[in-house]
């Protein structure tokens, strides 16, 4: 449980990367109420600075007993520094939310996102997870289904962009793109193959069943956070040459007998949801819109012509906002309301 306090101290672990540098910009943004906010990262950024309200921060190297005296661990520094570092994080007394998958699939530890699950942080969290950034947009657009309608089926097609991957994935496609444009040669180093003006249907590691990593986590976290695993999904994920936000296509078919009517009506009252659906006026959700904002949109919502009780939709986020820091600091609120409720 988290004590309750005016401000708390707040560590960002992997402050350097992209998702780490948005934490920062959302928790001004936000106001959250902050006390001291140490900023973390490999010994290779100790000794830079980041801005924060107005005031430079020296990025410190991430150690063993880098969290004395920290309420709130945010980590997005990748899987093996969260081994590593979040139970030393936990040991000194704070409450880590974690942006990797290091503990997501665990199963006492909570995978959250606060519209659909916020009910299974329990007392003593400990370690919370913030659900991959493709998975987090997906299920705010099907809790409401579901729990109406009864998903039997999902087949999802992802079309992400490349700061999924991170701060050197944005570089290079910058730079390849200027290559190409310029006709000079570059090697690819990223991804292991050109990703300017193609597309890779591969997005992590491959798996023995001929499915990757990142379409597994889309099947495994999806069925956590809906708390339901006989919902089938059938996942493609794709890495597409747009910088920021992520677009999934969804086919979803129901149990019970589901129109587009009751779809628009139940995703426009689910919080954190946005429709944009006038296919009149050309109007359907835009990685380029989404880009820094807090909505996951929602577009192209048809019946399935080719099957009874199925909807197709659109689904467009900012994958380094809500399918990352934002997601992990509206977390972070949640335990600090609560707290307050508890006093
Ligand atoms: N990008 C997304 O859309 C997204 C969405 C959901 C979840 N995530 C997860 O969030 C995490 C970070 O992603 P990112 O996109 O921000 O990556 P990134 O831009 O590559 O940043 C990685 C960060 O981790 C730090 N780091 C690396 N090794 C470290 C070490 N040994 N000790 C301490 N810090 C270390 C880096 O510090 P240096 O600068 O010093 O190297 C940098 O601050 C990953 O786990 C990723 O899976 C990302």
């Known amino acids: 449980m988290l004590e309750k306090k005016v401000r708390y101290n707040v560590a960002v672990v992997g402050a350097t990367g992209a998702v780490g540098r948005k934490m920062l910009e959302i928790l001004e943004e ?77 199963p006492g530890t909570p995978l959250v996102v606060p519209e659909v699950n916020p009910e299974t942080i329990g007392e003593n969290p400990g370690i919370i997870s913030n659900p991959n950034c493709s998975t987090i947009q997906m299920v705010l657009a099907l809790k409401p289904i579901h729990d109406k309608f009864k998903i039997k089926r999902v087949v999802v097609s992802t079309y992400q962009s490349v700061s999924g991957s991170g701060q050197k994935a944005i570089d290079e496609l910058q730079s390849q793109t200027k290559s190409i444009l310029e006709e000079r040669s570059f090697i690819p180093n990223v991804y292991p193959y050109q990703i300017a003006f193609n597309c890779l249907p591969h997005i992590d590691k491959f798996m023995s069943n001929g499915y990757t990593k990142e379409e597994m986590k889309m099947v495994e976290e999806t069925r956590k956070i809906l708390g339901d695993g006989s919902i089938g999904i059938s996942p493609t994920t794709v890495r597409v040459p747009v910088l920021y936000s992520h677009s999934e296509s969804l086919n979803v078919e129901t149990e019970r007998p589901i129109s587009v009517a009751n779809v628009k009506d139940l995703l426009s009252e689910m919080d954190g949801v946005r429709i944009v659906d006038n296919p009149k006026n050309n109007e359907y959700p835009l990685a380029i819109d989404a880009e820094g904002k807090d909505d996951v949109f929602v577009g192209r919502i048809r019946d399935d012509i080719s099957c009874e009780n199925a909807i197709n939709f659109w689904v467009v986020s900012d994958n380094l906002r809500k399918g990352a820091a934002l997601n992990a600091i509206q977390i972070a609120e949640y335990l600090t309301i609560r707290s307050e409720s508890n006093k």
């Open 30 to 106: 936000r106001n959250f109420p902050v006390a001291n906010l140490k900023v973390l990262a490999s010994a290779r950024s100790a000794g830079q600075t980041l801005t924060y309200n107005g005031k430079f921060l020296d990025v410190e190297e991430l150690k063993e007993n880098s969290f004395a005296a920290v309420d709130i661990a945010l980590f997005s520094a990748g899987a093996s520094v969260s081994q590593r570092f979040a139970p030393f994080a936990v040991k000194s007394g704070c409450i880590v939310i974690d942006n990797s998958s290091a503990f997501r699939m665990e």
